[in-house]
């Protein structure tokens, strides 16, 4: 790896958004974190609309629990927990899965083109799950319509953010991604209320409720996302070879693709499990919401730290500590406390690797590789979109073939990730193999 100088150079510098610094600066080149000023008005603007964007659609989705253990109860009572779940690993691939996609219309035409259609497709969602009474019907509006939706939203959102921003780019996608964590903690308190106070035969319909929440948010977001990098049109497949020639690169997606693995059972299962050790429905209900709550802690404290220590040296340990905490925690957490600060806790990690990860992509993808930067990040979300698809039904196919065990499902979760965590310490090495460096 190439150290940066601090002599002076003649050779001018190119940003990722097409300003030149100065030929005669001191050479900063070398340093990622130190390429192009940060900030500015059009800058927060973007992050405060990414904010409400990730609200709205990834805090929904983080909230699915709160949907799997009322359609177990419900409408969908007679099918087993494994087959409800398809719906959410559904909407969790659909989302991950069109990354690929919308990362390179991202590059190519900016974030409003996408966003206005994605929102269109987000809200019609919302609406079609309120009327939805069959099983295809939830997958349809709930799995697929709402997965593409957030999409649509998620990766323009954060992309722009990384075209803004450089040395704290880590600080800015955290105060975007703790949307979600606020969203994840409210909608499901939400939605508890609102089956409880309109009984059963109104209990989905009020979805729409979302729906209305879900479009002012993103008019807003619509509004105030912008990017700072001119457009970039390519011809060629959709998976361009040429980044797997990047191991670091490499390395960061196979790593992703073991935590995405076992990442969401616990928002999958949590309450299940809570209920199946004795707690009401009502309070497995708010565990969820104590699950998401850690994660805005998550999502915000730690890209904070990442820009002075490393973004590597952060989401490295948050991904082993993911692993470590179901293993030696969650599979003996049985007490109404014990559950909550397990579910804190993961929330808390799961948050932290959440938004560590497009930081850690942008950080590999310095100078001209910033220009696809919204490639790079649908092409591993893309990749990663299959654990994650695959995640919550095995989860659930363990958990009915140990008749009813939780531990089987608990060790793939933590297994998962801490092979994870091994590749993505991998990566790290790989960028700087020195222990103290700030990677």
């Known amino acids: 790896m190439t150290h940066p100088s601090h002599d002076e150079t003649d050779t001018a510098t190119s940003c990722g958004d097409g300003r030149t610094l100065s030929s005669k600066a001191p050479s900063l080149a070398g340093d990622p974190l130190r390429r192009c000023p940060d900030g500015g008005v059009d800058a927060w603007l973007t ?27 419900h409408q969908l009572h007679d099918l087993p927990p494994s ?21 390179r219309w991202f590059d190519a035409y900016g974030p409003r083109i996408i966003m206005i259609p994605g929102t269109l497709i987000l809200v019609f969602s919302i609406m079609m799950t309120s009327l939805a ?69 109104w209990a989905v319909r009020i979805l729409t409720v979302s729906g209305f929440i879900s479009l002012a948010c993103c008019i807003v977001a619509v509004c105030t996302v912008t990017t700072s990098q001119p457009p970039v049109r ?3 497949p959709l998976l361009d070879s040429s980044h797997f020639r990047d191991v670091p690169f490499v390395l960061v997606i196979s790593g992703s693709v073991f935590v995405c693995l076992g990442l969401f059972i616990p928002f999958f299962y949590i309450a299940d499990y809570a209920q199946d050790h004795g707690l009401s429905a009502n309070t497995a209900f708010y565990i969820i919401s104590a699950l998401n709550g850690g ?31 179901a293993l030696v925690f969650w599979i003996f957490a049985k007490t109404l406390v014990s559950i909550l600060l397990f579910a804190i806790l993961y929330g808390f990690l799961s948050g932290a690797f959440i938004a560590m990860l497009i930081p850690c992509v942008a ?30 039904p095995a989860a659930g196919a ?25 590749f993505m310490l991998w990566a790290r090495f790989r960028l700087d193999s020195r222990l103290l460096t700030r990677v």
């Open 234 to 236: 390519r011809e060629g």
């Open 47 to 73: 992050v405060l609309g990414a904010f409400l964007a990730l609200f709205c659609t990834f805090g929904q989705l983080n909230a699915f629990g709160t949907f799997q253990t009322w359609y177990a109860e």
């Open 133 to 201: 009474t069959q099983y295809y019907q939830y997958i349809l509006a709930q799995g697929i319509a709402f997965g593409l939706g957030v999409g649509m939203i998620f990766y323009p959102s954060l992309s722009a953010i990384s075209t803004h921003f450089s040395r704290y780019r880590g600080t800015a996608l955290g105060v975007a991604f703790t949307g979600s964590g606020v969203g994840g903690m409210v909608y499901p308190i939400m939605f508890k209320q609102l089956f409880d106070t309109v009984g059963f035969a």
């Open 398 to 422: 363990i958990l009915k073939a140990n008749n009813g065990s939780y531990h089987g499902m608990i060790i793939l979760c933590g297994v998962a990730n801490l092979v994870g965590s091994l």
């Open 295 to 325: 994660g805005i802690i998550g999502r915000l404290a730690p890209p904070l730290v990442s820009d002075v220590v490393g973004r590597f040296n952060v989401i490295t340990p948050c991904a082993f500590l993911l692993g470590m905490s």
């Open 83 to 103: 087959t409800i779940s398809w719906i959410g690993s559904l909407q969790l691939w659909i989302f991950f899965f069109s990354g690929g996609f919308i990362g």
């Open 363 to 392: 950080q590999i993808s310095e100078g001209e590789k910033l220009k696809e930067i919204g490639t790079r990040i649908g092409m591993l979300y893309s990749i990663v979109s299959f654990a994650a698809l695959a995640g919550g």
